[in-house]
């Protein structure tokens, strides 16, 4: 485990101030970096690749409490994550998941300081990869990016469909900053022209351990005649004077209803497409032309360890998996649930779930889990019970694909001893029915007089992989079954007779 260093520089002048009660938009500390002044200064000295789409590989970290609840649901996870991917569209930069990974720590899941968020990013983040990590509470703020532990944490209700907190947060770990950068924790009457200069604290942004530190730094501010826009607040000339720095409603042309004056006493409305102001999601749709190259020029220069993948899973997936077993209401043992679906083209990996209704709330979720197989041996269920389920497909680089429909099957106690209903025929079972690969399983059969029987196996695709006819003498039959040729999966063993057919199902891990 790595060890936080909590007295760095960058600590002692940039540490965050939290008030709980008040969630903050955001909580990365307002200073531009001193690699975003040089590459400012002539950016055509910086490779930016503008026409090659970079695929940038993500550990997405999904913390929940100590006794492992409270996770943000991997599904809207997923949601997203998919959303993130499309406002970066336009930056041609596209991200894919190396990892999920879930963390059970409290302290961690809902913190109030910057400096614990530290201790986790240090503790877990995943090298040669953008660490995010979503959580209950990040200390008070929507979200933040943290340069010196390169991660960024999200609070779980500020991201979703139609959120751009992510982004933002992304924005800020490729170096860009707010457009009305210097303005932050300041409020002005906007009735009057500003100053030339903003003498903002850093105090509003400090941790509770340095509570005796006051910082004040010094900000140009942008003129609308953009005359000092190389210089002035975020340094970027395509992104408009912005003095705004709480969160507001716009008009429906993404403008600002605040009417403001820049030094010269020129009037103008912030503009509230760009996703690194502070304007309601619904206003936000881009980052600036001058962003985005920025962006991939820190990639490029600084974070070229994270480009070593440029040919990513990535296909979309267009169609849904089906559902093969149990659907339609099937009664299943509770205790023996196998759920099965063909699988989607292009998908590596899919959210299944199970619930008791058939509107999947939350607190009726009894599976809710990643898998990359196309089976699943579910745990001990409700018994007399209708259960609920659905699938999600995916692979790293493309989750905007939906649930599949909704199936269902009734929980039953299961006969006892593997009893048959075929006359003459007392029980018969395969042992275990949860087999190893290149294993082997024992076939029991238990008749009352002499018949001619056949045992099979069949994919779910329906192809006869092994036929095996049997001649019982009455009494109790055992074959052991070598799997060395079968795949991991889930097998429908059949035994047949002239006066019937029975099923049992084997899976194989």
């Given at each position: 485990?790595?060890?936080?260093?909590?007295?760095?520089?960058?600590?002692?002048?940039?540490?965050?101030?939290?008030?709980?009660?008040?969630?903050?938009?955001?909580?990365?500390?307002?200073?531009?970096?001193?690699?975003?002044?040089?590459?400012?200064?002539?950016?055509?000295?910086?490779?930016?690749?503008?026409?090659?789409?970079?695929?940038?590989?993500?550990?997405?970290?999904?913390?929940?409490?100590?006794?492992?609840?409270?996770?943000?649901?991997?599904?809207?996870?997923?949601?997203?994550?998919?959303?993130?991917?499309?406002?970066?569209?336009?930056?041609?930069?596209?991200?894919?998941?190396?990892?999920?990974?879930?963390?059970?720590?409290?302290?961690?899941?809902?913190?109030?300081?910057?400096?614990?968020?530290?201790?986790?990013?240090?503790?877990?983040?995943?090298?040669?990869?953008?660490?995010?990590?979503?959580?209950?509470?990040?200390?008070?703020?929507?979200?933040?990016?943290?340069?010196?532990?390169?991660?960024?944490?999200?609070?779980?209700?500020?991201?979703?469909?139609?959120?751009?907190?992510?982004?933002?947060?992304?924005?800020?770990?490729?170096?860009?900053?707010?457009?009305?950068?210097?303005?932050?924790?300041?409020?002005?009457?906007?009735?009057?022209?500003?100053?030339?200069?903003?003498?903002?604290?850093?105090?509003?942004?400090?941790?509770?351990?340095?509570?005796?530190?006051?910082?004040?730094?010094?900000?140009?501010?942008?003129?609308?005649?953009?005359?000092?826009?190389?210089?002035?607040?975020?340094?970027?000339?395509?992104?408009?004077?912005?003095?705004?720095?709480?969160?507001?409603?716009?008009?429906?042309?993404?403008?600002?209803?605040?009417?403001?004056?820049?030094?010269?006493?020129?009037?103008?409305?912030?503009?509230?497409?760009?996703?690194?102001?502070?304007?309601?999601?619904?206003?936000?749709?881009?980052?600036?032309?001058?962003?985005?190259?920025?962006?991939?020029?820190?990639?490029?220069?600084?974070?070229?360890?994270?480009?070593?993948?440029?040919?990513?899973?990535?296909?979309?997936?267009?169609?849904?998996?089906?559902?093969?077993?149990?659907?339609?209401?099937?009664?299943?043992?509770?205790?023996?649930?196998?759920?099965?679906?063909?699988?989607?083209?292009?998908?590596?990996?899919?959210?299944?779930?199970?619930?008791?209704?058939?509107?999947?709330?939350?607190?009726?979720?009894?599976?809710?889990?990643?898998?990359?197989?196309?089976?699943?041996?579910?745990?001990?269920?409700?018994?007399?019970?209708?259960?609920?389920?659905?699938?999600?497909?995916?692979?790293?680089?493309?989750?905007?694909a939906g649930f599949s429909e909704v199936e269902s099957f009734m929980t039953t106690t299961p006969p006892p001893s593997n009893l048959s209903n075929i006359e003459g025929l007392g029980a018969w079972g395969i042992y275990p029915s949860l087999a190893k690969r290149n294993g082997s399983m024992r076939l029991e059969i238990v008749a009352k007089t002499s018949m001619e029987t056949q045992f099979s196996i069949f994919n779910l695709a329906g192809q006869t992989l092994l036929q095996l006819p049997i001649s019982l003498k009455g009494g109790r039959f055992e074959e052991q079954i070598s799997l060395e040729n079968f795949q991991t999966g889930l097998y429908i063993a059949v035994l047949q007779t002239k006066e019937g057919v029975e099923y049992r199902k084997l899976l194989i891990e």
């Amino acid at each position: 485990m790595k060890c936080p260093n909590l007295l760095t520089s960058f600590f002692l002048l940039f540490s965050t101030s939290i008030f709980a009660q008040v969630q903050n938009p955001c909580g990365t500390p307002p200073v531009k970096s001193k690699w975003l002044k040089q590459y400012q200064q002539n950016p055509s000295n910086y490779r930016s690749g503008a026409d090659t789409t970079l695929y940038l590989p993500m550990t997405i970290h999904l913390v929940g409490s100590n006794s492992g609840t409270g996770y943000f649901p991997s599904d809207l996870m997923f949601e997203s994550f998919c959303n993130l991917n499309a406002d970066f569209a336009n930056s041609n930069i596209q991200f894919f998941f190396e990892d999920v990974n879930y963390i059970a720590n409290s302290n961690w899941q809902d913190h109030s300081t910057v400096l614990i968020g530290t201790e986790m990013m240090n503790a877990n983040n995943v090298t040669n990869t953008l660490n995010s990590y979503i959580v209950a509470n990040a200390a008070g703020s929507a979200g933040y990016n943290l340069p010196h532990a390169d991660g960024v944490a999200l609070s779980i209700n500020s991201i979703g469909s139609g959120a751009h907190t992510w982004a933002h947060e992304i924005g800020h770990n490729f170096s860009i900053q707010h457009p009305f950068l210097g303005w932050e924790g300041t409020n002005y009457n906007y009735s009057v022209p500003t100053p030339t200069e903003v003498y903002y604290d850093y105090t509003y942004f400090q941790d509770t351990l340095i509570l005796d530190t006051l910082i004040i730094d010094t900000a140009f501010v942008e003129l609308m005649d953009r005359s000092n826009c190389t210089f002035a607040a975020d340094g970027f000339c395509d992104t408009p004077p912005d003095y705004i720095s709480n969160r507001w409603q716009c008009k429906p042309d993404s403008q600002s209803i605040i009417l403001q004056k820049d030094p010269n006493g020129v009037d103008f409305h912030s503009d509230g497409t760009n996703f690194m102001s502070y304007a309601f999601n619904v206003c936000q749709g881009r980052f600036s032309t001058e962003q985005n190259m920025a962006m991939r020029a820190f990639v490029y220069d600084q974070k070229p360890n994270i480009l070593y993948n440029q040919n990513p899973i990535r296909d979309t997936i267009l169609a849904s998996p089906s559902p093969l077993t149990p659907i339609q209401m099937e009664e299943v043992p509770f205790d023996q649930v196998v759920l099965s679906w063909a699988p989607a083209q292009y998908a590596t990996h899919y959210i299944l779930q199970v619930n008791r209704l058939a509107s999947f709330p939350a607190n009726q979720m009894v599976v809710n889990t990643i898998v990359t197989d196309t089976f699943y041996q579910a745990p001990t269920l409700l018994n007399n019970w209708t259960h609920y389920w659905r699938l999600l497909p995916f692979n790293p680089g493309y989750t905007c694909a939906g649930f599949s429909e909704v199936e269902s099957f009734m929980t039953t106690t299961p006969p006892p001893s593997n009893l048959s209903n075929i006359e003459g025929l007392g029980a018969w079972g395969i042992y275990p029915s949860l087999a190893k690969r290149n294993g082997s399983m024992r076939l029991e059969i238990v008749a009352k007089t002499s018949m001619e029987t056949q045992f099979s196996i069949f994919n779910l695709a329906g192809q006869t992989l092994l036929q095996l006819p049997i001649s019982l003498k009455g009494g109790r039959f055992e074959e052991q079954i070598s799997l060395e040729n079968f795949q991991t999966g889930l097998y429908i063993a059949v035994l047949q007779t002239k006066e019937g057919v029975e099923y049992r199902k084997l899976l194989i891990e």
